[in-house]
């Protein structure tokens, strides 16, 4: 059968080919080398990817999907002011998501709510960590819909965020509380 496998696995150095191929289509900005570098090698980013166990192809091992993230000090994050008085002043972290895809053949199977799920027990793991947060293009519609499915709230749009071909785009700002210690 060609019903796909789905699995979860660190990625690792032998990603980057692949990992930096996927960031180059499905997201209009781009991407340094030392990000990709950074992502496979574990610097200072947490990620998880995604496979097809099953895929006819025989690409068992390659990626689908992946989330990449870093975990940042609260006071140094532009949501402090969210966050309550004790984040300013302690050891209060939040976790930031970078970049979130899958492949388009493998959309809407709920995958990139299992990476968001993966992400939000993560951040519940740290005893430090007071939330998830991210910001996604103005027009990306399949992102906002997943994120407030995902019970992110928004909680600000940033004009003219992001520049595109020469172009200026707003961002939502998605943030998901957690409980921590
Ligand atoms: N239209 C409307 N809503 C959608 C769509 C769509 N095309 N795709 C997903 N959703 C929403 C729905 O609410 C869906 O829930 P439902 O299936 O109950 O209706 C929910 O998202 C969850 O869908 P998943 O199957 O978990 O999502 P999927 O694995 O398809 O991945 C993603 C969604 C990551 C947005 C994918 O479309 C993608 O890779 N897009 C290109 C890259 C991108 O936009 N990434 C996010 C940018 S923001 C960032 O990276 C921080």
Redesign the pocket.
């Known amino acids: 059968s060609t019903k796909p496998k789905i699995c979860y696995r660190p990625i690792r150095p032998s990603d980057l080919e692949t990992l930096e191929h996927i960031h180059t289509k ?2 209009p900005v781009r991407y340094e080398a030392t990000f990709f570098h950074d992502v496979v090698n574990g610097c200072d980013i947490v990620s998880w990817g995604v496979v097809d166990s099953n895929r006819p192809d025989g690409r068992c091992d390659e990626l689908i ?1 992946f989330v990449t993230a870093r975990v940042v000090f609260a006071k140094e994050s532009e949501i402090v002011d969210l966050l309550g008085y004790d984040s300013a002043k302690s050891d209060q972290t939040v976790v930031y ?6 492949v388009d053949t ?9 990476l968001i799920k993966e992400v939000i027990k993560y951040a519940s793991s740290i005893p430090t960590c007071r939330a998830v947060y ?3 293009i103005s027009y ?4 906002i ?2 994120y407030k ?1 995902m019970s992110f709230k928004c909680i600000r749009r940033l004009q003219e965020f992001y520049l595109i071909n020469g172009l200026h785009y707003d961002s939502y700002l998605f943030m998901y509380y957690v409980m921590g210690d």
């Open positions: 499905v997201f999907g998501i970078l970049t979130l895809g899958v493998y959309r809407k199977l709920g995958i990139a709510s299992s991210l910001h996604v990306n519609k399949p992102a819909f997943l499915k």
